[in-house]
């Protein structure tokens, strides 16, 4: 098991916004956090980053409690999110928002952070061609894979991707979806969250869908994706 | 409850003020009027309270005359930082040159009663108040459009150039200052002389309440419900109908008019003023009396101005020390009682939050 | 006639404005940097200016043993052991500003921001005491051995409180700057190196002018601190531009969350804009001091509200707008005394000020540090 | 509920009680502290002096800064009117004079309220001070109105004199004495044909240097006025460089003139430099190094027959230390009021009318007052630095 979560509940002053929430991701998995506006899913996320105090419950990262240490201290541990609203810094190039990635390693001037360069470019060969252009001119989606391919530059063991597809037109939605597909199958444990329900659930090995705190619900991603429940609530009726 | 525990409740403010007010809240109607008038009585009588035993111990200001501290600085200070708390605590505008307003309140009175004619007071003081808020109009109408930060060194700009001018132009007296301003005229018993410091405190006091009361009314109305949307979000305020603009400069105009009504009231009881009088590191101590005591809050406005202008005399015998005990207790203050001694009971402020925009404060978050 | 005077004064005035300007603007750096990152107008941050003025004088007259006068003329120091004693009081003046940058961090702002640690607690603590200790003790040596005694007791209080993790509104940052600025002037004031008079520093450098041009002499000194704001802000922006850590600095002022979940510790980050700050001020207190040998309590705070305006002129945040902000500031400043009377000198400049943001209301480059590019 | 809450905050107030008395007794004991040590020296002397005046427990006041950025001048000041109250107890033992501080920082803001405490405590038969123009103005109306004489060592705005106030009189002469007397010094003795002015646009700096501008005319050349706040003076010394003149009139305090000397040495310019009185200080040396050599400074009062004595008195009591700015003329006021005290003078009127009366040689001059409070005779002497040490050249014709 890579990451645990165990009854998590996290507060915004007195109203609570986790209600205890418990799920767990493996090794080489893609999971997905669905659910609707207010259900909890970026919340989660973050506090997965550390960027929310918990009132109570823990996180737990390859066995080791994380749930006290601070956000930097967990990226070098291996866990790195793409941000809600891609969190792209608009003042540094795309070059620069790709080293901002590579921040927390050590190995500055290897090769082997040329080659994470190299494929990430391969990855998105848009973002080649705007290497030079600062991150705030980019268009959503090539925004969408800076995040991505920053979060990717920091080689991680778990990604966090919060939101991925949100206010890209669908062609490119399903792009980042078969990138989303690539990173996992090259070795990357992906935890996703989502809006986008469908997409999401044909994507991910397992779900657990989220409803005002709570985790109501939860499967393998096609199981879901055919429950009638979770179509009528999330998937349009269909 | 654990040391640790109490200490934390200690600074987070069970022991407030707040605390009795809720208490007088709960009792009936006749109870909480005389209370009150209980208190504005005793107000009245501050400038006896020496005399009385123990209390007299806890207020007197050794070495120097209580009822002269009451009105020269006490109800100055307590009159200012009710007119920039309307500027700095219910607008949001970070205002750093508010003794601009004070100084032109003051100016006025000074030419009209005594440089360049000779008008009574009486019809200074209104003049004055309202030069002042045209002061605050000019001021405002090219300066409200900016943001936060560059409004502070705009607004603090301002009063330099209003001390400066003041000092150099033969005009307005220049660095000699301009005496023999007229006092506010005898009513009956209460004569204005310049051996007894009673009567312009009772006038003094008396601006203050009625102040009081109309920021009150102000607040409850609808201007007072704009100001409070600009303070939580100016955009959102912007878009549900509210002219922004039009609201953050009455803030400005009524806080300039308040500031200079405690001008013309300092002038005409000192009857002396020159540009020495409105330093720089005046519009910071004012400011600091609002904080201190809560920003956005009208009481902790007065609290916060009484303790900063009664302090320093309270505590002569610490002579060059004083200036620096107030510095660390300022970052004290800040430290453990971040929202001032008595807080606004609705905390959700967005211009005065946090730089971290989308952390601690915000309720509910992005979900 | 005015008019005539400025035109044969003009390159007089534009050398010494410009010299002036490099101070303001090597001052203003520091105000921009922590605006950047924190949002926050560092009112005390003209105080580490000014201890970095006494760092240099203890430097030359207690450390190097420069005395005030020989035989009643300057201590004229010429070749390698000027070069030594400057280098030595820039060091001095650097570390001991770096250092007030730091403790003044961690004691008066790291708290509300509701990550207090033990430093800040145990500087808190001591000045607590040390305050309390006044109102028994006249003499600064039992108040020191007080406030040392009294430190532990109250720093573990305090290291209690402290763990509170809320944030302050951003006036409270601004009033505990104006506290930690007025603590910090008034103990220089009392238990400083004499009492508020001002103080010489000795003069090592003879003034000696270099070359002409225009028909002005370029005196050494100035042209030793033109170079040297140059070289500082060229090395700041290199820092801030090309290093690990000056992209962090970047990162947190252009977006604090997404730089924390990519790795970057935003605590150390403010620390190192706060240390880089001091050690431009403390760059510029030395080299004032060479222009002008003389430093007193409160030499910061007009000259801070100065630098202050510079950085907004140029555009808070943006490092090269402090930059040009300064040397915009310090020019129109000896203009405009000039043409009106150096009694105006302040209000030429606040006038500009007002002027520039009617036009441009985000100043002359605009706030870059967190939008664009640095 | 309710009642809980009103003990709570009962409780605190009586801590705060506690808090405050213990502040209390502390400062008391601290604005005590100068009685207490001229009465341990009255007490070690009391054999060496045999007879003496008696008379009721009474004292005198100084007012003026003692903290704050203008503190030192107000040390100074106080330290005079120190020296001349202790010798005056050390003299008679049946008489004890205390000296009571009034501490004002130089602010106008702060003066009247200082000036109704003097008047409250029926004990104070004099003021010396107030020590600034600015205080003066804003605290003197209140003792005019309460007829406590006052005399300030150091006020010497020439306005000053025209409020018809009854208490007003000064120890030394006016900038109206001393202005002209300064553009006579520098016309005739300097000999100057250019002349450039400037001033430190304060009350007491321009007051002076306007009258020098008026009396001189045509011969200046160059005007301007310095923000004594900055440190920086080089548009006016780019100013005063170019327009060349032979002599330079600062009106000003000692510090920024120490500044601005060696700013216009630096910058070459050669011109003879001339101060007013608030220059006459060593910290005008201190400042200026080298760059004060050949400075003239003016001053109404002159180092008289006595001041070598004064002098001598003065370190024996603050050792380590000489007479600073205004301090032999704070002596001599407060030696006018132990005058009046010695004269059997016990209240505010009697004082009054005894100094309109004074006619005795002080330790600066001849102290005789005319109806307005100004010090009878105008002579202004000048002072020349040379080597560092201020030393008299003579009385300016």
Known sequence: MMLEVQDLRVAYGKIEALKGISFTVDEGEIVTLVGANGAGKTTTMRTISGLRNVVGGSVTFEGKDITQIPSHERVKLGICQSPEGRGIFPGMTVRENLDMGTYTRKDHKSSAKDADFARVLELFPRLEERITQLGGTLSGGEQQMLAIGRALMSRPRLLLLDEPSMGLAPKLIAQIFNIITEINKQGTTVLLVEQNASQALRRAHRGYVLETGHVVKTGLGNDLLNDPAVRAAYLGGH | MSLSESLRSVTSGSYSVSRLGEALAKQSRSVRWSFGAICILALYLLPWWPSVPVLGWIVETPGTSFPSVLTDQVVIFVLVALGLNVVVGLAGLLDLGYVGFYAVGAYTVAILSSQHANLPWLLCMPIAVLVSMIAGVILGTPTLRLRGDYLAIVTLGFGEIIRITANNVEWLGDSRGISNIATPPSIGPLKFTVLDAKPYYFLGFTTILIVIFLLRRLENSRVGRSWNAIREDEDAAELMGVDTFKFKLWAFAIGAAIGGLAGSLYAGKVQFINPNNFPLQLSILFLAAVVLGGAGNMWGAVVGGALVAWMPERFRGFADKRVFVFGVALVLVMVFRPQGLIPRKIRKERWLESWKPSTEADLGGKE | ?374 | MKKSTLLRASAIAVSLAFVAAACGSDSDSDSSAAEDTVASEVTEDTAATAAGVTCEPVSIAFFGALSGDNGNLGKNIRAGADLAVSEFNTANPDCQVGLVDFDSQGDPAQAPALAQEAIDDASILGIVGPAFSGESKAAIPLFDAAGLAIITPSATNADLNDNNWKVFHRALAGDDKQGPAIATYIQNTLAAAKVGVIDDATEYGKGLADIVRDTLGDTVVASDSIDPNAADFSAVVSKMKDAAPDTIFYGGYYAEAGKLAKQLRDAGVTATLVFGDGVKDNGFIEAAGPAADGSIITCTCADGASFAEFAAAYTAKFPGETPQTYGAEAYDAASAFLAAIAAGETDRAGVLEFLGTYDAAGVTKQIKWDETGEVAGNAVYAYKVEAGVISVIGLIE
Not at chain 3, 22 to 35: D, K, P
Not at chain 3, 281 to 303: C, P, W
């Open chain 3, 1 to 374: 006639m005015r008019d005539w005077l400025i035109y044969k004064t003009f390159w007089d005035l534009t050398v010494t404005g410009v010299a002036l300007g490099s101070l303001y603007a090597l001052v203003a750096l520091g105000y921009t940097l922590v605006y950047g990152v924190l949002r926050l107008i560092n009112f005390a941050h003209s105080e580490i200016f000014m201890i970095g003025t006494f760092a240099s004088l203890i430097t030359a007259t207690n450390v190097l043993g420069v005395p005030m006068l020989e035989a009643g003329q300057y201590p004229y120091r010429t070749g390698f052991q000027l070069v030594l004693i400057l280098l030595a009081c820039l060091l001095g003046s650097m570390v001991l500003s770096g250092a007030g940058a730091v403790a003044l961090e961690r004691a008066a702002y790291r708290p509300l921001r509701g990550s207090g640690d033990q430093f800040g607690a145990v500087v808190l603590a001591f000045v607590t005491a040390f305050v309390v200790g006044l109102v028994f003790f006249d003499t600064p040596k039992s108040n020191l051995i007080f406030g040392i005694i009294g430190t532990g007791p109250i720093a573990w209080m305090y290291l209690n409180i402290f763990r509170r993790g809320r944030q302050a509104p951003r006036l409270a940052f601004l009033i505990s700057a104006i506290g930690a600025s007025t603590a910090i002037t008034e103990a220089v004031a009392i238990w400083g190196p004499r009492d508020r008079e001002q103080y010489q520093t000795p003069r090592v450098l003879e003034k000696k002018t270099l070359f002409q041009l225009f028909g002005t002499d370029i005196r050494i000194d100035y042209v030793i601190v033109i170079i040297g704001a140059l070289l500082m802000t060229t090395a700041l922006l290199l820092f801030v531009n090309r290093t690990r850590l000056g992209r962090g600095v970047r990162a947190v002022a252009q977006d604090v969350e997404t730089a924390k979940i990519l790795g970057v510790n935003v605590d150390f980050v403010i620390l190192i804009t706060f240390v880089l700050g001091g050690v431009m001020a403390g760059g510029a207190a030395m080299m004032f001091t060479l222009v002008y040998d003389q430093s007193k309590f409160n030499i910061g705070f007009l000259l801070g509200v100065k630098s202050f305006t510079a950085a907004v002129l140029g555009g808070i945040g943006n490092l090269k707008g402090a930059l040009l902000g300064g040397l915009v500031l310090g020019l129109a400043e000896n203009y405009g005394s000039a043409l009106f009377g150096g009694e105006w000198k302040d209000v030429i400049a606040f006038v500009l000020l007002l002027v520039v943001l009617m036009f441009r209301p985000t100043g002359l480059l605009g706030e870059s540090l967190s939008k664009a590019r640095v």
